[in-house]
């Protein structure tokens, strides 16, 4: 059974000074969600995790990760900003982008970011927009095909189709790659790739370790560059349903530690530093959006209305996502009704929940939606005119603090031309 990780009277009490909706955060379940990835990858000196930025921009998220020894994963000029103005200096910033504009190809060379180029056209485009080439340079690399792992009745444990997304090298432009940027000055390499999404398997990372080692070890072998490290990204997932598998950090790392040994070591890589870009993982179940229910219907359906919308959190009506519900103080009752729980946009599409069984709710209980912790407040939206809600942190001493406040009317006017 999920668990929220407030208790009914811890929450009414923040309720009664910050008004609902808010996505509410758990500064001990981050801190130990971080050490435990740590001590996964222990193993490897140079191990670092670069937390993906667009899963939660919030200073005070990012600082806290910081002081766990985290980097910073950026792919915008404005996430490049947040994370110098959160500390991250030089090396502790990975800009890995897309179709980047010069600007933010400049903003990355200038924190001394380590640039993680999408496209062999990059090559060129960088040396444009900035004049030199870094000595320290990464690409995206794009197997192409399906990727596939654990095939069983049920059907495959991950399943996903890196040939139809639009990120990365082929093989063949990144042997030409590397070439050509060892030729314009680059020392040190890296090598990405992110072939799976919220993948529930321990044997993700160990088999893309598996494809990126062995491909380190061609790429150095055939084109004289030094591979220095090896990201992994994203993708380890986490289970949104209560009935499903949890990831096991500690096996996923000896898994990847298994790879390494077997394939970097014997040709002489054992330097090699693996990093991370872990959003998901890291903060998904340690945010929580927390809403009260406000209205009920009852037409063809069962509705309950809360007063957070899609806006607040867009993964259900964007991907059809599950989010776990608890409704507060009611968590021993018997699920014997079905509701659709929805918000007020203009939208038929949001609905946190569709013919969803839970306990009977009245107005006025607060229901705790769980796993927004990473691509939850950060894909808000404003249509409809709905405000962004508050982020509060629930700290490990009990104590709350609010991290950004609700936007606000004003906010909503400023960038609005009247004359
Ligand atoms: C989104 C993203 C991540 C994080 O993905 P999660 O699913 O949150 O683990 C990491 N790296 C890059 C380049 C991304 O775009």
């Not at 990780?5 to 509410?24: E, K, N, S």
């Not at 080439?133 to 690399?141: D, H, L, V």
């Not at 982020?391 to 406040?405: H, K, M, N, P, T």
Request: include cysteine; glycine fraction near 10%.
């Amino acid at each position: 059974m999920k668990q929220p990780f407030v208790t009914p009277d811890q929450l009414r009490a923040i309720t009664a000074r910050y008004p609902t909706p808010f996505h509410l955060y758990d500064e001990k379940g981050i801190r130990e969600t971080a050490r435990k990835l740590q001590a996964a990858f222990a193993w490897n000196p140079g191990f670092r995790e670069y937390f993906a930025v667009k899963a939660t921009p919030t200073p005070a998220i990012l600082k806290l990760l910081r002081e766990e020894g985290c980097g910073a994963d950026c792919s915008s000029l404005t996430e490049l900003m947040l994370s110098d103005r959160c500390g991250f200096t030089g090396g502790e910033i990975m800009f890995s982008s897309n179709e980047t504009p010069a600007e933010e190809f400049q903003l990355a060379a200038k924190l001394g970011a380590t640039i993680n180029l999408d496209d062999f056209t990059l090559i060129d485009g960088l040396q444009d927009a900035v004049g030199y080439i870094p000595e320290t340079i990464s690409c995206r690399f794009n197997p192409g095909g399906v990727f596939q792992l654990g095939a069983s009745k049920e059907g495959f444990q991950v399943m996903d189709t890196p040939g139809d997304s639009k990120y990365g090298f082929t093989r063949e432009q990144l042997f030409e790659g590397f070439r050509k940027l060892k030729a314009m000055g680059a020392k040190r390499f890296g090598i990405h790739a992110f072939l799976a999404s919220n993948t529930l398997s321990n044997d993700y990372y160990p088999a893309l370790a598996g494809i990126l080692f062995q491909l380190a070890v061609d790429l150095e072998r055939e084109t004289g560059a030094d591979v220095a490290f090896i990201n992994l990204s994203g993708g380890v997932g986490i289970p949104y349903r209560p009935d499903q598998p949890e990831n096991d950090i500690m096996a996923i790392g000896a898994g990847v530690r298994d790879q390494y040994e077997s394939i970097l070591v014997p040709a002489g890589m054992g330097d090699v530093a693996i990093f991370t870009e872990l959003g998901r993982y890291l903060l998904g179940p340690n945010g929580c959006l927390v809403t009260t229910a406000i209205r009920e219907k009852h037409t063809y359906k069962e509705y309950i209305g809360v007063d957070a919308c899609a806006a607040n959190l867009m993964r259900p009506a964007m991907y059809g996502a599950y989010h776990h519900i608890t409704v507060m103080g009611k968590e021993d009752a018997p699920c014997d009704h079905k509701y659709d729980v929805v918000g007020s946009l203009c939208e038929n599409n949001d609905k946190f929940a569709i013919d969803r069984m839970l306990p009977r709710i009245d107005r006025g209980d607060l229901l705790v939606l769980h796993d927004t912790g990473a691509h939850g407040f950060s894909m808000g939206y404003n249509y409809n005119g709905k405000l962004r809600s508050a982020e509060l942190l629930l700290q490990a001493d009990g104590g709350v603090r609010l991290i950004r406040r609700a936007e606000t009317p004003e906010d909503y006017f400023a960038t609005m031309v009247f004359d």
